[in-house]
């Protein structure tokens, strides 16, 4: 019942926004996250945007897995 | 979105350096890992992208009590059911209650004998209803994990906000500290280490963790809910027990901070205070869950609408050891026999993340 979806921020209104998650646009409460931006990705859960996803981060350990794999692929990571 | 089954390299080549991780690991201690996932989305992201079927006999993944339908327990249950028997009430409450067995019957069941029940997506919308119906009172069951507890708390602060007198919640929410600790102190369960839940991690941040290993000595890595994120974490996990290392990493840090979401922790301790819960199949854990503070008595279901509590009807569901980790739902008599997604007996068959819906879904030898 818990699964938090990714979402992009449309719209900012006060204490909600308009998001669309996988191309369909809802409304949900932001009180947890105010310093939300549109263009921001959030995770909803229930109607509430729970955190902003950090891109930065994101492409951090998608750098990291890649990194690991080449290794292995030059037999470089001695695993 | 990249799953095992889609062969996409990256997880191919994260799912071998498992393989080879776990290996190195029974060289070493002479057994196979076991790690805890504790969240039941993770247990039916584990089923659903092929990580759990492709570790079978590499690594232990055993399912924790993560899901919060699965580990309320029947009283609860019962007096949830037993709400709908007033006059001018409409029930509201998520998706997966309304087909948890109660000892004399569902939620469901209340609904077809014309009790007005409904399936909402947030709590938020139950406040609508109430304001919709003024002459109705509206209850919403509050179930769920530290994800959930501040949603509750927004809903509250809506009521709060907008004067609405017939808006009122049944609590019964659970919290994962606890619980842990109630594991490992039992130590019925031999872990090698835990699979954080990431959304639970989200709202309480990594830091909140750290007692796993200052005070058990036991490592744990929060995860991501992608095959790629859980690949991630078990090699961590592999990583740290080989070294016989106790930390507590966030692999999960694009949604996961240190302290966690500051402004949800605010409002879910400005509503609700420490309480004790009774787990199913495990009994009451002294603050395990909250409840609301008295000052907020007036949206409290319970002060509001008090239920005579009934001794449960017993059933030979075994769904307290599925989720303490002791058994794998199979080695329940009733599994896929007398009891399935369709009928169900218990909540871990019900519920949509619960460990024996995902084992039938996903893990049956056909
Ligand atoms: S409540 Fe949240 S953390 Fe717990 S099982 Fe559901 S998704 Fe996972
Ligand atoms: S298979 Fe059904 S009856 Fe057995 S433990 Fe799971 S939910 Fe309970």
């Known amino acids: 019942m818990c699964v938090g979806v990714p979402a992009k921020v449309l719209h900012i209104e006060s204490f909600s926004a308009l998001v669309d998650v996988m191309g369909s646009q809802m409304n949900v409460g932001i009180i947890f996250v105010p310093e939300v931006k549109i263009g921001d990705y959030?995770?909803?859960?229930?109607?509430?945007?729970?955190?902003?996803?950090?891109?930065?981060?994101?492409?951090?350990?998608?750098?990291?897995?890649?990194?690991?794999?080449?290794?292995?692929?030059d037999g470089s990571l001695n695993t | 979105m990249l799953e095992v089954t889609d062969h996409s390299t990256l997880s191919q080549m994260l799912l071998q350096e498992v393989k080879t991780l776990a290996d190195r690991f029974q060289q070493t201690f002479g057994r196979i890992p076991s790690f805890m996932e504790v969240c039941g989305s993770h247990t039916m992201a584990l089923a659903r992208t092929g990580v759990k079927k492709a570790l079978?006999?590499?690594?232990?993944?055993?399912?924790?009590?993560?899901?919060?339908?699965?580990?309320?327990?029947?009283?609860?249950?019962?007096?949830?059911?037993?709400?709908?028997?007033?006059v001018n009430r409409i029930i509201c409450t998520f998706g997966d209650m309304v087909r948890v067995?109660?000892?004399?019957?569902?939620?469901?069941?209340?609904?077809?004998?014309?009790?007005?029940v409904r399936v909402v997506y947030?709590?938020?919308?139950?406040?609508?209803?109430?304001?919709?119906?003024?002459?109705?009172?509206?209850?919403?069951?509050?179930?769920?994990?530290?994800?959930?507890?501040?949603?509750?708390?927004?809903?509250?602060?809506?009521?709060?906000?907008?004067?609405?007198?017939?808006?009122?919640?049944?609590?019964?929410?659970?919290?994962?500290?606890?619980?842990?600790?109630?594991l490992l102190h039992d130590g019925e369960v031999a872990l090698d280490g835990f699979l954080l839940p990431g959304h639970v991690s989200?709202?309480?941040?990594?830091?909140?963790?750290?007692?796993?290993?200052?005070?058990?000595?036991?490592?744990?890595?929060?995860?991501?809910?992608?095959?790629l994120d859980m690949l991630s974490a078990l090699r961590h996990l592999l990583l740290l027990s080989l070294e016989q290392?106790?930390?507590?990493?966030?692999?999960?840090?694009?949604?996961?901070?240190?302290?966690?979401?500051?402004?949800?922790k605010y409002w879910m301790n400005h509503y609700f205070t420490l309480c004790d819960e009774a787990w199913r199949g495990i009994g009451v854990i002294f603050d395990s869950g909250m409840d609301f503070k008295s000052e907020?008595?007036?949206?409290?279901?319970?002060?509001?609408?008090?239920?005579?509590?009934?001794?449960?009807?017993?059933?030979k569901c075994r769904c307290g050891e599925v989720i303490r980790g002791l058994i794998d739902p199979p080695q329940c008599a009733l599994f896929g026999r007398a009891c399935t997604p369709l009928n169900p007996i218990g909540p871990c068959m019900v519920s949509s993340e619960g460990s024996c819906a995902a084992y039938y879904q996903y893990m049956r030898e056909e």
């Open chain 2, 245 to 264: 290392r106790a930390v507590v990493l966030n692999d999960y840090k694009s949604v996961v901070t240190e302290q966690g979401n500051v402004q949800a």
């Open chain 2, 296 to 315: 907020y008595n007036q949206f409290n279901a319970k002060v509001k609408f008090p239920i005579p509590t009934r001794e449960p009807r017993r059933t």
């Open chain 2, 202 to 227: 989200m709202v309480m941040g990594r830091k909140h963790f750290e007692f796993l290993a200052t005070e058990y000595n036991i490592p744990a890595v929060i995860s991501g809910f992608e095959a």
């Open chain 2, 56 to 86: 079978e006999g590499y690594v232990r993944l055993i399912s924790g009590p993560g899901c919060p339908v699965c580990v309320t327990d029947q009283v609860t249950i019962d007096a949830m059911i037993s709400l709908t028997d007033g």
């Open chain 1, 42 to 73: 959030v995770i909803v859960h229930a109607g509430q945007a729970m955190s902003i996803i950090d891109e930065q981060y994101a492409q951090e350990s998608l750098e990291e897995w890649r990194k690991l794999v080449d290794a292995r692929s």
């Open chain 2, 122 to 182: 947030s709590p938020v919308d139950a406040v609508r209803i109430a304001e919709q119906h003024p002459h109705q009172e509206v209850i919403f069951l509050g179930i769920g994990f530290e994800t959930t507890i501040p949603i509750l708390a927004a809903a509250v602060k809506e009521a709060e906000e907008k004067q609405v007198r017939n808006f009122s919640m049944w609590m019964s929410t659970k919290l994962v500290e606890p619980i842990l600790r109630q």
């Open chain 2, 101 to 116: 067995l109660g000892s004399y019957g569902t939620l469901m069941q209340a609904k077809t004998e014309g009790k007005d």
